[in-house]
């Protein structure tokens, strides 16, 4: 990778993400309103894949760990949080989320942990902070592909390769 792709931005990739995240998050919401929560992780988790198809190696298993991280976040909020306290339901969601694709992204990029955090802060930013139909899924998505943007910048040398 030259020196200049690493100091622009890459807008498109961000947009790309940001759009994946919320078409997601709203076909979800439409499409099986009664069992949106499992939806919505399908939905999230195949568009990603399509952003992140040529940027991580096996990129399907994307899909698999959005749907079990999203799956479990939307057990644990069905399960133990009360109507009105959508910041938990975004920290659990965002939570369960961020770790079961960070076990995907910590096998191509270095500083992978950070996915955590940043989905945690996404999640609850999105629903939690600034819930609606759209604004959900914009939020997410422009907090989460800014570090997806910036962690696909330092991938994960491979065994045997050069590291000057």
């Known amino acids: 990778m030259s020196n200049s792709s690493k100091v622009f931005f890459d807008w498109s990739f961000w947009f790309q993400w940001m759009m994946a995240t919320t078409s997601g998050w709203v076909l979800g919401r439409f499409l099986l309103p009664n069992l949106s929560m499992v939806v ?45 306290f959508d910041f938990l339901a975004g920290l659990l969601i965002g939570l369960s989320l961020g770790f079961a694709q960070w076990m995907i992204l910590k096998q191509e990029v270095q500083w992978s942990a950070w996915w955590i955090v940043i989905n945690i802060v996404g999640w609850t930013t999105g629903i939690g902070l600034l819930p609606g139909i759209f604004l959900t899924g914009v939020l997410a998505g422009a907090i989460t592909g800014i570090a997806m943007e910036m962690l696909l910048r330092f991938p994960k040398p491979v065994l045997g390769e050069n590291l000057n």
């Open 40 to 84: 919505i992780g399908v939905g999230i988790g195949v568009l990603q894949y399509l952003v992140l198809r040529y940027k991580i190696q096996h990129a399907w298993r994307w899909i698999v760990a959005t749907v079990l991280g999203w799956t479990v976040g939307a057990l644990l909020t069905y399960m133990f949080v009360v109507e009105g």
